[in-house]
């Protein structure tokens, strides 16, 4: 079985500029997550797609992220334009089930890794 | 507050000893799930083991063991037999729910030195 797969694994950029990733879930999974993990800390939830409808995207910087998940299948996060402090690596994630219990096995992408300049 | 504290960010464990990885939380609540991820140098988060909070005995998965403790808070990962592929950052999470859904929490994680 494949597993989560993302593009680029790394990109550098000069901050005012645009940036795009892309995350192909596990075949069948629902729910699809994207993370920002931010070197030295653990990752923190940027946005949740259940199916290609959004279920959380409270901490997602929305004057300046954005995200979509069509036909509910890959998804796509740009970063327009970036700043310094989004250096990070973002991380996707699936999970077969819906999110909605607190049992929830994620399996995560290897990320990209973002550099602003 | 943090909800989730790894204290320790830095281990060394001698190949094949056992080794505990410190983990304690915070919620009010009393349903939620307890897991563990590693996070090789390769860049993925690897799922080991969950604990939920009804569950009354400790999770255990292979060399994997998680000592819960409910009424300290804590929620540590025993790894025991380490090898040179145990080397890898280790975090703690949390699931609980909100207004909105249920939300994984990771603690800052715990960077894992085995030494042949």
């Known amino acids: 079985e494949a597993g989560v797969a993302q593009s680029p694994r790394y990109k550098i950029i000069e901050k005012r500029q645009s940036v795009a990733f892309w995350c192909n879930p596990i075949?069948?999974?629902?729910?699809l997550y994207w993370y920002q993990q931010i070197l030295g800390q653990g990752p923190k939830l940027l946005i949740q797609?259940?199916?290609?409808?959004?279920?959380?995207d409270s901490q997602l910087p929305k004057d300046r992220f954005s995200a979509e998940r069509l036909k509910g299948v890959d998804s796509t996060l740009k970063i327009q334009p970036a700043k310094l402090e989004d250096s990070a690596v973002y991380l996707c994630?699936?999970?077969?089930?819906?999110?909605?219990?607190?049992?929830?096995?994620?399996?995560f992408g290897p990320g990209t890794r973002l550099t602003v300049l | 507050a943090q909800k989730i504290t790894q204290t320790q960010p830095g281990m060394f464990v001698q190949e094949k000893e056992a080794v505990t990885l410190d983990c304690t939380y915070d919620t009010s609540d009393q349903s939620y799930g307890l897991f563990w991820y590693k996070q090789p140098s390769s860049g993925e988060m690897i799922f080991l083991i969950y604990q939920g909070s009804y569950d009354e005995q400790n999770a255990t998965e292979g060399r994997y063991s998680l000592n819960f403790q409910k009424a300290r808070k804590s929620a540590n990962l025993v790894i025991s037999a380490s090898q040179l592929g145990d080397s890898a950052m280790y975090f703690c999470a949390m699931r609980e729910g909100y207004a909105g859904g249920f939300k994984t929490i990771f603690g800052a994680g715990t960077r894992l030195f085995v030494k042949a």
């Open positions: 994630a699936s999970s077969l089930d819906l999110g909605t219990g607190v049992y929830n096995e994620q399996f």
């Open positions: 797609f259940q199916n290609n409808g959004v279920v959380d």
């Open positions: 075949s069948g999974h629902a729910t």
